[in-house]
Every structure is written in structure tokens, then in C-alpha cells.
């Protein structure tokens, strides 16, 4: 059984379910619904851990099950996303959730990269060489596409998202 049509139909649903649960907590977050926050805030590190704990495994098998070379953009996405995986299991762990911000700024940061490059496999960004890895693939090679528009930056991408708006909703259910 080949497992890449099966890893990117499973990835592509996760996807879709992300950007459905980002729209909901985007409104959320900009109307300032104090039982939202309390509600989601306090499954949120829980949440976001799941998130970046499956994004992490999964960026491990399309490379080193299902062979895909990850490109240099790929390597800087992953440098944000997998220090999470400890920093957010820590928090669960020791119950110490004041380093949610770091997940933040590193999700923040990760979301940038795999917005541009997405853009750059759709072609609305300019085509940058990918040359300081000598057997990295190209930026723009598109191993991915689910649904017509969802690729691998665009799985990380709303995968940072919703790490940000999960961690942002703790935030302002712990300020209320």
C-alpha cells in the first residue's frame, strides 16, 4: 500500500478541520467572548500540543517514510515546530504556562515562512533559489496537493495559526 494518498488525505482533513476551528476562534478572539476564552483556554495547551505533536510526525514521514526532501524553507519551518513539541509538553507537564509565549513568537515566525512559501508554490510569490542545500528540493515543488489548494506550507501555516489563536485564547481566558 503506497501511504502518501493516504498520509495527504488524512493531513488535507486535519487541515480543513484547522481552518474551520481558526475562522471560529479568529471571531472569537476579535469579539472578546469571555466564555469562549474560559472554555477553550483551558484545554488550549492540550490542544495545541496535539497540534504540534501531529505536524511534527507528520513532517517526519513525508520525509523520511514516504522519501520527500525537505527544501531549506521546509528546514526553517520545522527549526520552529519541533522545539515545540518539548516546550508545550514541559508546560503540560509541570503545569507551567507561562511559556506559551515562546510557543507564540516561534509559531509567529513559522507562520511567515510557510505563508511565503506557499505563495511561492502557487505562484504569486517571485521563485528564489534553493541552492545552500546541495540535495535540498526546490522551494516551489509542490509534493502536495489536496483539495486543489492544500500543500505542505499551507498544512504547516494552519498549523501555526492555530497554535497562535489556541495560546492566544489561554492568554485572554487567564487576563479575564
Not at 18 to 32: D, E
Not at 36 to 45: D, I, Y
Not at 151 to 167: D, G, H, K, R
Request: glycine share 6%; aromatic share 14%.
Amino acid at each position: 500500500m503506497n501511504l502518501a494518498p493516504v498520509l495527504n488525505q488524512i493531513l488535507g482533513i486535519f487541515t480543513v478541520f484547522a481552518q474551520v476551528i481558526i475562522v471560529f476562534l479568529g471571531i472569537f478572539l476579535i469579539t472578546k467572548k469571555p466564555s469562549f476564552f474560559q472554555l477553550s483556554g483551558k484545554k488550549a495547551f492540550f490542544l495545541a500540543f496535539i497540534v504540534v505533536l501531529t505536524s511534527a510526525i507528520g513532517s517526519l514521514v513525508y520525509s523520511n517514510v514516504i522519501g520527500y526532501d525537505p527544501c531549506e524553507l521546509c528546514w526553517l519551518q520545522r527549526t520552529m515546530m519541533y522545539p515545540q513539541v518539548i516546550i508545550l509538553g514541559m508546560a503540560l507537564l509541570k503545569k507551567d504556562y507561562k511559556t506559551g509565549d515562546y510557543s507564540i513568537a516561534l509559531s509567529i515566525v513559522g507562520a511567515f515562512i510557510a505563508g511565503y512559501q506557499y505563495l511561492l508554490q502557487i505562484g504569486v510569490a517571485p521563485v528564489i533559489p534553493c541552492s545552500a542545500f546541495q540535495n535540498s528540493s526546490p522551494c516551489s515543488e509542490r509534493f502536495v496537493m489536496q483539495y486543489g489548494y492544500i500543500t505542505i506550507p499551507l498544512m504547516a501555516l494552519s498549523a501555526f495559526v492555530l497554535i497562535i489563536f489556541l495560546l492566544l485564547a489561554h492568554k485572554f481566558a487567564n487576563d479575564q
